[in-house]
């Protein structure tokens, strides 16, 4: 069994910071892509960022420059440091790992999500 647990979410005024943390624990062999999704309330859920086991990341344009995803492979273990917020970064961020369970067996899991509002 693995499970996917993120912290990290709150209440912060334009302008702040935040930190998200999700992190992965059970039977893994590898953790292959990790990444970070939004949706805020009406709308569907998008790419915030990701990163490879590789190392390679992806932005979405409206997050780059003030957002960075970093990760831990020996803690299993992905980041998001969000600053400058602005109100239209309020949503649930929900992380998303690609988790190798054997050799060359993946499986997608999602974490429970954390709500990020911004607000003054």
């Known amino acids: 069994q693995v499970q996917v647990v993120e912290s990290g979410g709150g209440l912060v005024q334009p302008g702040g910071s935040l930190r998200l943390s999700c992190v992965a624990s059970?039977?893994?062999?590898?953790?292959?892509?990790m990444g970070w999704y939004r949706q805020a309330p009406g709308k569907q859920r998008e790419l915030v960022a990701v990163?490879?086991?590789?190392?390679?990341?992806t932005y979405a344009d409206s997050v780059k420059g003030r957002f960075t995803i970093s990760r831990d492979n020996a803690k299993n273990t992905v980041y998001l440091q969000m600053d400058s917020l602005k109100p239209e970064d309020t949503a649930v961020y929900y992380c998303?790992?690609?988790?190798?369970?054997?050799?060359?067996?993946?499986?997608?899991?999602w974490g429970q999500g954390t709500q990020v509002t911004v607000s003054s």
């Open positions: 998303n790992l690609g988790i190798e369970l054997a050799a060359l067996r993946f499986k997608s899991y």
């Open positions: 059970g039977s893994i062999f590898s953790i292959n892509n």
């Open positions: 990163k490879t086991a590789t190392g390679s990341t």
